[in-house]
């Protein structure tokens, strides 16, 4: 399983990004698809989850702000996170965290490469 993370950056108070992590490889099925963060000092947390039938999660700290949502083509599931009026509190890595079906490992669960997201005050 190939995960594959993007869209951080850096962006001013107020502003907005897209994240985006894609599933490929020999994948069955893909049940829950999540997004974490971590902020320095602080531990990895949740930050919004989407299940295989589109019900969401989200943190407290984002709910209103940021939108979760998944979608696929031929070969790749698909983990997107639209965030909007970010505030320097949500600088940090966000990570995919995906939960999937393999020939090869039955369930199991696989990390993204994490992306790097910086607001700046």
């Known amino acids: 399983v190939q995960l594959q993370a993007s869209g951080g950056g850096l962006v001013q108070t107020g502003g907005s990004l897209n994240l985006t992590c894609g599933a490929s490889?020999?994948?069955?099925?893909?049940?829950?698809m999540t997004w974490y963060r971590q902020v320095e000092g602080k531990e990895r947390e949740v930050v919004a989850g989407?299940?295989?039938?589109?019900?969401?999660?989200?943190a407290d700290f984002v709910k209103g702000r940021f939108t979760i949502s998944r979608d696929k083509d031929w070969n790749t599931e698909y983990l997107r996170m639209q965030m909007n009026s970010l505030v320097p509190e949500d600088t940090g890595v966000y990570y995919c965290?995906?939960?999937?079906?393999?020939?090869?490992?039955?369930?199991?669960?696989?990390w993204g490469q994490g992306t790097q997201v910086t607001v700046s005050s």
């Open positions: 965290l995906v939960f999937v079906y393999t020939p090869q490992s039955r369930w199991a669960q696989y």
């Open positions: 490889g020999t994948i069955v099925t893909v049940n829950a």
């Open positions: 989407v299940g295989v039938g589109g019900k969401t999660n989200y």
